[in-house]
């Protein structure tokens, strides 16, 4: 037999209302009830019925989350972030791969089962500015990432450029001159890998320091092997380089391997960055220095928008970018410092008159 509400309040001695409160984690109720009314449900093995309670409420408490990939560790770390600030708040998530494909793209956006959700966290790939009144719809729908100019609804994404050019600043006031990027997307200008090729190239304007199109390896993709096959090229055409910018963490990491592969000793020989602080960074070796994007940031304030949306908030859409910072660990080395050591042991070696 499958217990009822009402069988769970007989057990708890309380009414069919406080169940309901203590299962939807009411704030305003006394512990001890709530947990009574918990060990009650756990030992008649009741299972809510999440279907009548939508109908009842005309919502699902589910959001769908729309992303390219979740082989991107990037992705993947956003997913965990958004589904734990969803959850504290009595929200399931649901996750759909496009793949970075259009039709995939549009499918989560007219699915059968859209009419389930709530609303819609959405990174697109293919998706552009001539598809943004796919984004005005009943259903309400925050905008991650950065291939789009035109936003039609809420927008929270990270500050690409800024954090580009910062990372490139860090690396350039540290001595380094000749900075091989590697993830690079041929004329790309609103994406990630455009807006932070344009951040780099600002930091280079504003150091007094040449652009040099040798130096800009372009990929497909933002994989480990991708980084990898392209930071040998960049070592097979003989370029002079003394660090290397990952566009991703995925990407600095494949660096990392080829690197160590081809007798390149980091951060002795050549310093390498990446971009997204992913855990795996951390443990890399050496361990990688890289940019922090504001994850945890930018899962809550998706989270906080979209639920203001489902609740009626109906005001202009709104742009947030998260704050940003540079997380500086073993796979950089101060040249300049290097570099006054060395003049001072040259100088101290020198004979005297």
Known sequence: MVAKMSD??????????????????????RPETKQRVLEAAARLNY????????????????????????????????????????????????????????????????SGTLGALDGILLNVLALGDADAY???????????????????ADHVTMANVDAARSMTDFLLETGH????????????VIGSAGLRLRGYREALEAHGVAFDEDLIGYVDRWHRSDGAA????????????????????????????????RGVAVPEDVSVV?????????????????????????AQK?????????????????????PHSIRVRESTRDRTEAEQRLSTEVAASSPTD
Not at 8 to 29: C, F, I, Q, W
Not at 76 to 91: F, H, K, N, P, Q
């Open 47 to 110: 299972v809510r019925n999440e279907s009548a309670r939508a109908l009842r409420s005309g919502r699902s408490h589910t959001i769908g989350l729309v992303l390219p990939d979740l082989k991107n560790a990037y992705f993947a770390e956003l997913a965990d972030a958004i589904m734990e600030s969803a959850e504290r708040v009595g929200y399931k998530v649901v996750i759909h791969q496009a793949k970075g494909v259009r039709e995939r793209e549009l499918e989560s956006l007219h």
């Open 274 to 298: 990446g971009y997204d602080d992913i855990e795996e960074a951390q443990y890399a070796l050496p361990a990688l220095t890289t940019v922090d994007p504001g994850v945890q940031t930018i």
């Open 302 to 322: 998706s989270v906080e928008r979209l639920l203001a949306r489902i609740g009626g908030d109906t005001g202009a859409p709104q742009r947030f970018e998260s």
């Open 177 to 188: 001159r000749r900075i091989a990027v590697v993830g690079a997307h041929r004329g790309e």
């Open 230 to 261: 392209m930071m040998g090229e960049i070592l097979d055409r003989g370029i002079e380089i003394d660090a290397v910018f990952g566009l991703n963490d995925m990407l600095a990491l494949g660096v990392l391997r080829t690197l160590r592969e």
């Open 8 to 29: 769970v309040a007989r057990e708890a001695g309380v009414s069919k209302k406080t169940v309901s409160n203590a299962l939807n984690d009411y704030p305003y109720m």
């Open 134 to 152: 796919l984004f005005v719809s009943d259903v309400p729908i925050v905008l991650l990432g950065d291939h789009l100019s035109v936003t039609p």
